[in-house]
């Protein structure tokens, strides 16, 4: 069953947006995060615990008897931080999109690259991790008056381009 959001303007299909994330957040391993290569890394961890990496997943929103839920074509550009809506294939009815986000929360990410080297960085995620994604959604509320999706672990967001009106809904 769909949850009907139709106070703000449009009905968006959250479990579709669900499943979405449930189908593609472990289907790609990230070969880079933020443009670094995550070649030869071993001993990933995320907060000290050990970690898989794995990349944005990009797909369409569509509408669908007049609900946007998610379509069925996917992209990803193999990176942790980033992806490229624009590659994802063509789908009728397209208004939108929807990408995962691999950490949902922020996060310490340290990594070796041989003996005695230790790396770290703040993983940006979760509600402060959506910034780089609200220009594009304020652009495309322009175009066709839907808010664009991302989708982590813990929450979905619909997102436009107005960070303080940003709708999350405790994913499932
Ligand atoms: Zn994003």
């Known amino acids: 069953m769909s949850k009907e959001l139709s106070q703000y303007g449009k009905s968006y299909d959250v479990e579709a947006f669900s499943k979405f994330y449930d189908k593609n957040s472990h289907a790609v391993p990230a070969t880079t995060v933020s443009g670094e290569s995550t070649k030869g890394w071993t001993n990933i961890t995320l907060d000290g615990k050990p970690a898989k990496l794995y990349a944005e997943v990009e797909g369409n929103l ?29 789908e009728p009815n397209t208004v939108g999109n929807i990408h995962t986000h691999p950490v949902a929360t922020n996060a310490t990410l340290s990594w070796s690259t041989g003996p005695g080297d230790r790396s770290s960085g703040t993983f ?31 929450n979905i967001y619909l997102i436009n381009g107005n960070g303080s009106q940003t709708i999350t809904i405790p994913k499932k």
């Not at 569509?62 to 590659?87: H, L, R």
């Not at 910034?131 to 322009?142: C, E, I, R, W």
């Not at 066709?144 to 999706?149: P, Y």
């Open 124 to 154: 940006t995620a979760g509600p402060s991790g959506i910034g780089g994604d609200q220009s594009q959604a304020g652009s495309n509320m322009t175009d066709h008056g839907v808010r664009n999706v991302v989708v982590d672990q813990k």
């Open 62 to 90: 569509v509408i669908k008897d007049g609900v946007v839920t998610a379509g069925t074509a996917t992209n990803s550009a193999g990176d942790m931080t980033f992806g490229y809506p624009m590659n994802i294939p063509m």
